[in-house]
């Protein structure tokens, strides 16, 4: 009996020594996995779309790594919207075809919905296929069908690739003026209230800081082209070398921080206005 035991247990020592070998070899197979592009993601630094109907919209990578737009605007570039934009090249397909037997024009590739330019290697988007909602992709030569959830943001304007920070990153606040406080720092670095045109709102130090804080982190919740409308007032912040004029346009049912200038404006939420007014609870006045 004893022995019988014990040959069972070594076959399932044996059995399982097997099993993990197999499982090893399996998980840790090369990845013949073939992809859109045969580049890799940490080897582009250039990015651009190109619509037919609209001018093209160019990003760069800078040596940290972070995404600018360069065209049609200069500002940062929404890093997320990057990342998906840069996931496209690496996304795997299970079928190519021969384009040398194929009508282009059947897929829509031969005038492209759109391209997106990673570096020199172009991808074409073609049409969906009625079937299986999949759209036809030329890249490198091959077409392939693949499941797309990015041409409605290549399709998108521009100015929704920008980031949703005010404030830019790196920039030291010296004065906030809003239709509701003046405040500024000193040489000494304190921060002290200048009368504003209501005369009626005065911080103290720890609301200076809350107000600060709220700048240095408010973001919108999109960024549209600028659309001319009322004008209700400005809001200055200003650097020790610069200074950032948002035009206040809208105020309800959400707030707009407009630059007409660069052609932008920041839509944020209307809970936002007194925090980034400087009106505190205890003494809120009119904007």
Do not use: C
């Not at 496209?88 to 282009?104: A, E, G, S, W």
């Not at 409605?152 to 920008?162: D, R, T």
């Not at 103290?204 to 973001?219: E, F, P, R, V, Y």
């Amino acid at each position: 009996m004893n022995n019988s035991r014990s040959l069972l247990n070594i076959g399932m020592i044996i059995f399982l020594a097997i099993f993990i070998v197999i499982f090893y070899n399996k998980t840790n197979a090369p990845d013949n996995i073939q992809h859109l592009s045969s580049l890799s993601l940490n080897e582009i630094n250039f990015i651009k779309i190109s619509r037919a109907d609209d001018e093209d919209i160019i990003f760069k990578k800078e040596a940290d790594d972070t995404w600018y737009m360069t065209q049609p605007y200069q500002l940062k570039a929404h890093q997320f919207r990057i990342k998906t934009l840069l996931n496209l090249t690496q996304t795997p397909i299970n079928k190519i075809y021969d384009i040398k037997d194929l009508d282009l024009r059947q897929y829509a590739l031969d005038a492209p919905r759109a391209r997106i330019t990673f570096n020199k290697t172009q991808i074409h988007f073609g049409k969906t296929n009625p079937l299986s909602d999949m759209r036809y992709f030329l890249a490198e030569g091959k077409m392939s069908l693949i499941a797309d959830q990015t041409y409605p943001l290549v399709s998108a304007q521009a100015s929704s690739f920008i980031d949703l920070k005010l404030i830019p990153d790196n920039y030291p606040i010296t004065k906030i003026q809003t239709p509701a406080i003046n405040i500024f720092q000193s040489n000494d670095t304190t921060w002290s209230n200048s009368q504003n045109v209501t005369g009626k709102n005065t911080l103290n130090s720890d609301q200076i800081q809350t107000l600060l804080q709220h700048w240095k982190s408010a973001q919108a919740f999109a960024v549209h082209k600028y659309l001319p409308r009322k004008h209700l007032g400005k809001i200055e912040i200003n650097s020790h070398t610069k200074i950032l004029i948002f035009h206040i346009t809208d105020d309800d049912p959400w707030l707009i921080l407009a630059f007409p200038d660069l052609g932008i404006e920041y839509h944020l939420d209307a809970s936002q206005k007194d925090l980034l007014f400087g009106i505190m609870p205890a003494d809120k006045i009119d904007a």
